[in-house]
């Protein structure tokens, strides 16, 4: 009898502390990486090598980042593979080819989350159901972890939390890569992908700006000229989203936005922040495209 009511009570405790957690607004997405996720099962090798159904997973419709984006989603199975995309190599990849991102405002030991509300729609937690399976493709096992997440579980690489990005569109795509200076690929062993040992972008930015700074604001707008030193003529371009840039001699800017050396969005990439007035020094001398990200 005793150990029962000892029981009852470790349980009303433990109860009491996740009401007042909730009342002091703290996250749900944080404590011990591995908890309460003993259930699900690891397997090597990727999911078609393991027969995985279609149209499950994380080739499941609602998986998709712009899918959830809209819903979270627990998935049945999640593949985890050392790869490339863009000129990030290795970069973490799910199963349907999508970029995983850290954050930089979360927390690796312990493992927390401060991504969720708005947030958490345009930066989708990678979420696996209880029960589920994670298919582990180039990375070591001891490199993987989770949080308790929306019924489910977040998936942790070197003690962060992973995410994908809203508006990768594409497998392969790393549109989140850099935005506000907080945002990177993954790499297998939870460091930030594309950045070199000194703290600078590597083959990604190439350049003396590293980004933009955390409480930096997406930009709307930006104004490229033909010259360095903001000499005419020049364009004016508008967001959102992906825009073609015919000058690229030097840039006005207010907030941060990413270019690229090739068109459509495509190429070596590099998040600027703020005006710049030759592009060429930072290693930009033919910019042929812009994406805003508000």
């Not at 009303?12 to 699900?40: F, I, R, Y």
């Not at 992906?242 to 690229?260: D, E, H, T, Y």
Request: proline fraction near 7%; aromatic fraction near 8%; include cysteine.
């Amino acid at each position: 009898m005793f150990r029962t009511r000892a029981t009852a009570l470790a349980s009303l405790a433990a109860a009491g502390m996740l009401l007042l957690s909730a009342c002091n607004g703290a996250t749900t997405a944080s404590s011990a990486p591995t908890a309460g996720a003993a259930d699900l099962s690891f397997r090597s090798g990727t999911a078609q090598q393991n027969h995985a159904q279609p149209n499950t997973g994380d080739l499941a419709p609602g998986a998709a980042p712009a899918a959830a984006a809209r819903k979270p989603v627990a998935r049945t199975w999640v593949q985890l593979s050392a790869g490339r995309a863009g000129a990030l190599d290795p970069v973490v990849l799910n199963g349907a080819g999508f970029t995983l991102y850290r954050f930089d405002n979360d927390s690796a030991n312990p493992s927390r989350s401060t991504c969720f509300d708005a947030c958490a729609s345009t930066w989708p937690p990678y979420l696996v159901a209880k029960g589920g399976k994670v298919f582990i493709d180039g990375i070591r096992k001891s490199a993987i972890g989770f949080v308790p997440r929306d019924g489910a579980f977040q998936v942790t690489i070197g003690g962060w939390p992973v995410y994908l990005f809203s508006k990768d569109t594409e497998p392969g795509d790393t549109n989140g890569q850099g935005v506000g200076g907080t945002w990177f690929g993954v790499t297998p062993d939870g460091q930030k992908a594309g950045r070199a040992a000194g703290g600078g972008q590597n083959g990604q930015n190439g350049g003396q700006n590293d980004g933009a700074s955390p409480s930096a604001a997406p930009a709307t707008s930006a104004t490229f000229f033909d010259s360095a030193n903001f000499a005419d003529p020049a364009e004016g371009i508008t967001g959102p989203g992906c825009r073609p840039v015919r000058f690229s001699g030097s840039l006005q800017i207010s907030g941060f936005a990413k270019i690229w050396d090739g068109p459509d969005c495509t190429g070596t990439s590099l998040v600027v922040q703020g005006d710049v007035n030759d592009l060429s020094a930072i290693g930009f001398p033919a910019v042929k495209s812009v994406r805003f990200f508000n």
